[in-house]
């Protein structure tokens, strides 16, 4: 073998250990909803009383025009172990349709936010351990742990917590007792829901601030805003070009640094790749679990 490919080669293998020392970068949607919010869509062309108004058997059908499942996967196969845990077969299906799009934008995590309910997020990762052998993928979506509050103060504030039993009953503690129903909210201001999120050592953050009234000489006191700002570090924002502008506006109430990212605040799953960071770190690739029973289709053709 040729000297100075040898030599190539060994340089090569110590920048790769080197750099994997250090994190690769991981493409993670932040701040994703699942069918459990009451504002879902699935497509960004319906309504919110479209996607109501559809059957189980319209979205079965809309299934197999995408190819989320082998072409042999009755409707009929919709029920035991696969249905378990959803509340119908329509759910079930738009949690298929919500992970086969993950899958195919190839994103490594996603934080799910659902409005006022942490009920998605088991629904969305047992679909996509369904689906992910079933075909060649080179990811294995990682599923993180949060949620989104409507705030008194008319911000929307999320927050990303530890996957633990004990993060989810402080959670669901928190949401009985603060939340006025699932579409209304919290009637606690965004400062009280962010206490709540770092008290059980959360990150949290007010999310898509550039979409809100927040500066406006009407909405809140300066008083309020200043306190608000000098106690976060994190803002989400929809649009990236609106940073400098709300850096600014944040400016006149606190001097103190702030974080942005980029909320992807998707509702429908033709919507989910439009909005994503790269974010570096080291991650303990999920492995779907070993002996579950795949997707048994019956033996009859059915999607055309």
């Known amino acids: 073998m040729d000297k100075g490919f040898i030599e190539e080669h060994r340089a090569y293998t110590a920048i790769v250990s080197e750099k994997c020392k250090y994190g690769v970068f991981h493409k993670t949607c932040f701040h994703l ?8 869509q699935l497509f960004e062309n319906w309504s919110m009383r479209t996607y109501k108004e559809k059957t189980a058997q319209e979205i079965y059908d809309i299934c197999c025009e995408r190819k989320v499942f082998p072409p ?21 299906l738009s949690f298929l349709l ?29 679909t996509i351990e369904y689906l992910h052998p079933l075909k060649p993928r080179k990811v294995f979506p990682e599923i993180l742990l949060g949620i989104e509050v409507s705030c008194a103060d008319k911000h929307h504030v999320v927050g990303i917590f530890e996957d633990s ?3 989810k009953e402080k959670i669901e503690t928190w949401l009985d007792e603060h939340l006025l129903n699932l579409e209304d909210g919290s009637f606690e201001t965004s400062r009280e829901v962010l206490k709540f999120v770092y008290s059980i050592k959360g990150v949290g953050y007010i999310s898509h601030l550039d979409t809100a009234n927040t500066f406006s000489e009407k909405s809140l006191s300066g008083a309020y805003k200043t306190k608000l700002f000098s106690e976060i570090s994190i803002i989400g924002i929809s649009d990236i070009n609106q940073i400098n502008y709300i850096r600014s506006k ?3 109430h606190t001097k103190n640094a702030v974080n942005f990212l980029i909320d992807n605040d998707s509702h429908a799953i033709d919507t989910l790749g439009q909005k994503h960071i790269w974010i570096k770190c080291f991650r303990r690739v999920p492995t779907p679990q070993t002996g579950r029973r795949a997707l048994s289709p019956n033996r009859r053709e059915q999607c055309p």
Do not use: W
């Open 250 to 252: 944040i400016r006149e």
């Open 98 to 126: 919500l992970a086969d799009s993950i899958l195919n934008n190839e994103i490594s995590m996603v934080i799910v936010t659902d409005h006022h309910t942490i009920a998605g997020i088991p629904k969305l990762k047992k």
């Open 33 to 40: 909803h699942t069918p459990e919010s009451h504002d879902f």
């Open 165 to 167: 039993h004990t993060s």
């Open 72 to 92: 042999i996967f009755a409707f009929d196969d919709l029920d035991g172990d696969l249905l378990q845990g959803f509340s119908d077969r329509k759910q079930l």
